[in-house]
């Protein structure tokens, strides 16, 4: 069994800011990712990233959000910037995907339970 742990949702004003994290306890590296899911829409790749680090950005939050990981662990971060209303969905983290051509493919049997992220007034 492969369980991934997320944390770092919550309520935030539009124009604010959260971190969520992931980590995936297995003992080598692995390419992660973020997804988001809102209601009534497919989900979508917000951002991945290699098992060496490389970055790879999706069309979800562009330009305000970005992906890092923690040295030598399969810890991944989410800095989400100048949040808006339209960011709100529940997020989930996304681990041992594949990169193919520079694009990530997500592992369609690990994922995170998901995280909520509001933004609202």
């Known amino acids: 069994q492969v369980h991934l742990v997320e944390s770092g949702g919550g309520l935030v004003q539009p124009g604010g800011s959260l971190r969520l994290s992931c980590v995936d306890s297995g003992t080598i590296k692995y390419h992660m990712g973020w997804f988001r899911q809102a209601p009534g829409k497919q989900r979508e790749l917000v951002a991945a990233?290699?098992?060496?680090?490389?970055?790879y950005a999706g069309a979800s939050g562009s330009g305000r959000f970005t992906i890092s990981r923690e040295s030598a662990a399969n810890t991944i971060f989410l800095q989400m910037d100048n949040l808006k209303p339209e960011d709100t969905a529940v997020y989930y983290c996304?681990?041992?995907?594949?990169?193919?051509?520079?694009?990530?493919?997500?592992?369609?049997?690990?994922w995170g339970q998901g995280t909520q992220v509001t933004v609202s007034s």
């Open positions: 996304n681990s041992r995907g594949t990169f193919i051509g520079g694009s990530y493919y997500r592992n369609p049997n690990i």
């Open positions: 990233i290699s098992s060496d680090g490389k970055i």
